[in-house]
């Protein structure tokens, strides 16, 4: 459209592909085949093997995996239901305390993931609260990090929610709970679902606070990947990366699978 | 039309639910018995509902206060007391001297201030491409760029090591081609390997309000200025770019944000010489077990990066993102 020569707009593509598939496409396709290769000195990987993968669903690595799945989900329902809660009574206030509940749950945000996990550490492992040493610390660093992308989705959808529904629903007599049961929360169902997609995403991929935390017996699969990669085990580390990618991939298919079937409704 | 107007239909028998109001309305006036007629009816039957919907707040608030602010609240108060005695500003003061907190703040924001630059300028040149010169497979690309979002950062650094380590696969092809026994790359271990990793990762954070901005933009101007006989270089500065201002003040500012507090990529890169605060306080806290050093960097941190933040949120505000 803006283009209408042909030389110009090839020109337009080739410049596409030469920033695109170098920086974007290449860095997965380059894990992928190392997750595949036992040794990697010059333009290509050698010495094809599906050893790293036998390595990656075994021992160690398996459980890094069930660990962070039990994390993740744990930390996803959590955050979904803080955030869909303050969500929902966000949007009965008035502006300026909207303003200030926003202001307060993206505060996460805006805190580094890190200074996330110190605060985390430096308040439970003192009384009266003892949680270092434990999986649930860890469980709890995520909650936080994730409640703040749980709160700003679901405040986006409630906002083009279409007030008629609740409203008819009030004037044929239904009660505050049974509106938000029967109308409300069917009618978000398509986001709360991609909300709960992203908070696990998020948390499956999250390293930094993890990093502050995790106890020797609870160790989730970002940090196994940067251990195996410390060691030196590059290949080992890419093929846990790609189960990793894998892992958020599938469930994220699933969820959005879930998103279409409610939109039927 | 009609649609407003059946709104504003509903909207007036809604308030009718007066069942709540009036008994609160009773107690009110056994309360306040000075004080009758029908003014203060409508006060007291407005003011428990707000009571009411703010009570709904308190419980969600209070779980975040009690596991985010007062944690938060703890590190800024032993930020303020070391634990081998001394002054209050003791911390402050030895942190604040050393050279590793200062070349560490210096390297945060030159390398979060580059990748933002370098991320605005790559991802509005793809945006643009995308959106105004779209090609078979232009929409799975802008997919692409979803998924890409929910990979963790650390992903692109561990890539970049096969690419172009030491014995990766540029410095591969280069020996190949060239006879050499040395490939020149070998910027992975310092600051830019980090800004090329961070460019990476966060352009799709910029690309994807820039997309919503694109896909909202009127073609009616662009035929019009192309009509006018305005070349494509015109049009996108004096039509597109003015259009698009206040998505890329929003999604840089994010990036910015996200850029300075970076630990993923800098962690897995491995260099000695990159130290930014997000490790100086990984490196204090479970390194050294200097948790009074380490709450100093975060309070430093936290202060930078929450100012940035708000800074978002007012530009955020006005470009209505």
């Known amino acids: ?38 040794h990697w000195s010059g333009a290509f990987p050698s010495g094809p093997t599906t050893g790293n993968y036998a390595a990656a669903v075994r021992g160690e690595s398996l459980q890094a995996l069930t660990t962070s799945l039990v994390t993740a989900v ?32 993206m505060l996460p945000v805006a805190v580094s993931s890190v200074v996330v996990g110190l605060a985390v550490l430096v308040a439970f492992s003192r009384p009266p609260v003892l949680l270092n040493g434990t999986g649930s610390i860890v ?14 989705s679901v405040s986006a959808a409630i906002v083009r929610l279409d007030p008629a529904y609740e409203q008819a629903a009030a004037s044929l007599g239904a009660r505050p709970a049974h509106v938000l049961w029967r109308v409300r929360l069917p009618l978000l169902l ?3 679902t991609a909300a709960a997609g992203l908070c696990f995403a998020l948390s499956m991929g999250e390293l930094s606070a993890t990093m502050m935390l995790y106890p020797p017996d609870w160790m989730p699969l970002p940090v196994r990947v940067f251990t195996a990669t410390d060691r030196g085990s590059l290949f080992g580390g890419s093929a846990v990366a790609v189960v990793l990618m894998a892992t958020t991939l599938l469930v994220l298919l699933a969820v959005s699978r879930v998103r279409t079937r409610a939109s039927y409704r | 039309m009609p649609d407003a107007s059946g709104r504003a239909a509903t909207q007036n028998p809604a308030p009718a ?55 938060l609240a703890l590190v800024v108060q032993q930020s303020f007391t070391p634990e081998n005695g001394g002054g209050a500003f003791d911390a402050y003061a030895s942190v604040f001297a050393s050279a590793s907190f200062r070349e560490a703040l210096g390297t945060t924001v030159w390398l979060a201030v580059g990748a933002t630059a370098g991320c605005l300028l790559l991802g509005f040149t793809l945006a643009l491409i995308i959106a105004f010169v779209p090609f078979p497979g232009a929409k799975a690309v802008a997919r692409f760029i979803d998924v890409f979002l929910s990979f963790p950062s650390f992903l692109i650094t561990l890539a970049l090591l096969f690419i172009y380590g030491t014995v990766g696969m540029a410095n591969g092809v280069w020996t190949d081609l060239f006879g050499v026994a040395e490939g020149p790359f070998r910027f992975l271990t310092t600051p830019w390997g980090v800004l090329l990793a961070e460019i990476t990762y966060f352009t799709p954070f910029v690309m994807r309000p820039l997309l919503a901005a694109f896909s909202q933009l009127d073609t009616a101007q662009l035929e019009v200025a192309a009509g006018l006989g305005a070349r494509p270089a015109r049009i996108v500065r004096q039509v597109i770019l003015p259009e698009s201002l206040p998505a890329l003040a929003a999604g840089g500012s994010l990036v910015l944000v996200m850029c300075l507090n970076e630990f993923g990529i800098v962690l897995f890169t491995g260099a000695k010489d990159v130290t930014t605060l997000p490790m100086l306080i990984y490196g204090k806290a479970i390194l050294e077990s200097d948790y009074a050093a380490a709450c100093v960097v975060a309070v430093v941190n936290i202060a930078i990066s929450v100012g940035l933040f708000g800074l978002y949120r007012v530009v955020g505000k006005r470009a209505g993102a």
């Open chain 2, 17 to 71: 639910g007066p069942s709540a109001p009036v008994g609160v309305a009773v107690v009110g006036r056994a309360g306040v018995p000075a004080v009758a007629g029908a003014a203060p009816r409508g006060l007291w039957g407005a003011a428990p509902q707000g009571v009411r919907r703010a009570l709904w707040v308190l419980p969600p608030v209070a779980v975040l206060a009690l596991v985010f602010l007062y944690p």
């Open chain 1, 139 to 152: 469980v709890l660093a995520h909650t936080i990090l994730v409640t703040a992308f749980a709160y700003q």
């Open chain 1, 190 to 192: 398509p986001s709360l």
């Open chain 1, 1 to 38: 459209m803006l283009v209408h020569s042909k030389g110009g707009r090839w020109a337009a593509w080739g410049l596409f592909g030469l920033l695109f598939l170098p920086l974007f496409a290449l860095p997965l396709l380059v894990v992928v085949a190392a997750s595949f290769a036992t």
């Open chain 1, 74 to 105: 744990t930390a996803s329902l959590l955050a979904l239901t803080i955030g869909t809660w303050a969500a929902l009574a966000a949007a009965g206030l008035k502006k300026r305390g909207k303003r200030c509940l926003d202001a307060l749950f």
